[in-house]
């Protein structure tokens, strides 16, 4: 499993989906009684921030965690009053949510806070087009969406808390594996009496995977101190390709 999934990445990131969506849900659905909110609109609205929430952020630490999630907010909240507002006028309001959806590509390219800006200020534009909201309910939903956001960050701090130090050690294992099957492959394919085809293709999707590795690490460890170890693993998928063009060629020359 750690092979197939390096780091455990897709299995984090389907746990915190399944974490997200129960506590905006339950939040939404809660919250709409003492607000007068309807309860179609509140768990709408909880779904709404818990999808996002998940989507969205990818940060490492707590601290850089909790400032994105409590970021989701407030360019929804910005944007949703003149979303309502024009609502009745259709023609308007999809050509304000053609101007966001532009916008999310220009503001993408300042770093995740801007894109959770550009994509939140779209969603609200969307959400404003679609759903016959009063306007006399923004104060309301803000509430809503504000209580959402920070039940879905003590949900995250508490049970899907970050640890990238324990992330890359995972991905550095899931790299040796691969490693190793390379390194099997190859040995494979060199010996005497051998299905080099066979082994040749085995080895080849043992790169891929290894490359996968690779762009996993370069992905999802940013921080300056694990440059090293980045730059060991680049080496070793270097020596990894070299072995494997030797190998290729020694196939060839048997296939002939």
């Known amino acids: 499993m750690l092979a197939t999934d390096p780091g455990l990445y897709q299995l984090q990131a389907g746990w915190r989906m399944l974490v997200s969506l129960s506590v905006a849900l339950t939040t939404g659905y809660e919250l709409s009684h003492p607000l007068d909110i309807p309860v179609f609109l509140g768990m709408l609205l909880g779904g709404l921030m818990g999808q996002l929430s998940w989507s ?31 609502h009745p006028h259709r023609i308007l309001s999809m050509c304000l949510m053609g101007l966001l959806a532009a916008m999310i590509f220009v503001l993408a390219r300042f770093g995740p806070i801007w894109l959770i800006v550009g994509t939140m200020m779209f969603t609200a534009s969307m959400f404003g087009l679609v759903a016959p909201i009063p306007l006399a309910l923004f104060g309301r939903i803000f509430m809503l969406s504000v209580a959402t956001a920070a039940a879905v960050l003590v949900a995250w701090l508490v049970l899907c808390h970050p640890m990238p130090r324990e992330e890359l050690l995972r991905t550095q294992r899931a790299f040796l594996v ?21 082994a040749i293709r085995r080895m080849r999707r043992a790169m891929r995977r290894l490359n996968m590795t690779t762009l996993t690490i370069d992905g999802t460890s940013p921080n300056p101190r694990w440059r090293p170890i980045r730059t060991r693993l680049n080496s070793c998928t270097s020596t990894c390709s070299t072995l494997n063009s030797p190998c290729r060629a020694s196939g060839r020359r048997c296939s002939r």
């Open 56 to 86: 969205l952020i990818a940060e490492k630490t707590p601290l850089r965690v909790a400032r994105a999630i409590m970021w989701i907010p407030l360019p929804f909240s910005a944007i949703l009053p003149l979303a309502l507002w024009l």
């Open 178 to 198: 691969e490693a190793r099957r390379i390194a099997e492959a190859a040995s494979i394919a060199l010996a005497a009496n051998a299905d080099r085809a066979r």
